[in-house]
């Protein structure tokens, strides 16, 4: 049984940058595609990055594209989320999901992904 753990994320203010890290735990990481999801207060949980299970293709949202990267480690078995030039309205708690079904591809619905961690607070104070 696969399980995601997040970590990495607290307060910064205005124009920092965090690193996201989500840790799956198995052996059969490398098999599936990764995204990250955020949810803000009274707001629908929505798509932020994807990457496919090869690393090879990776999708963002609008809204942080040029400001975020995301990578993954299969190795350590780690999916991360680099983001910078952070603003107030990236405020919510950032989740990591894995897709079992499509690895090859990055899907960007949030019931496309099977297994999801327990989150991650990120607060950007203006």
């Known amino acids: 049984q696969v399980q995601l753990e997040e970590s990495g994320g607290g307060l910064v203010q205005a124009g920092g940058s965090l690193r996201l890290s989500c840790v799956a735990s198995?052996?059969?990481?490398?098999?599936?595609?990764f995204g990250w999801f955020r949810q803000a207060p009274g707001k629908e949980r929505e798509f932020v990055a994807g990457i496919s299970r090869s690393g090879a293709i990776t999708t963002y949202a609008d809204s942080v594209k040029g400001r975020s990267t995301i990578s993954r480690d299969n190795v350590k078995n780690t999916v991360y989320l680099q983001m910078s030039s952070l603003k107030p309205e990236d405020t919510a708690v950032y989740y990591c999901a894995a897709d079992f079904q499509a690895p090859s591809r990055v899907r960007q619905g949030r019931s496309d992904y099977e297994l999801w961690g327990q989150g991650t607070q990120v607060t950007v104070s203006s």
């Open positions: 198995g052996r059969t990481f490398s098999y599936y595609g």
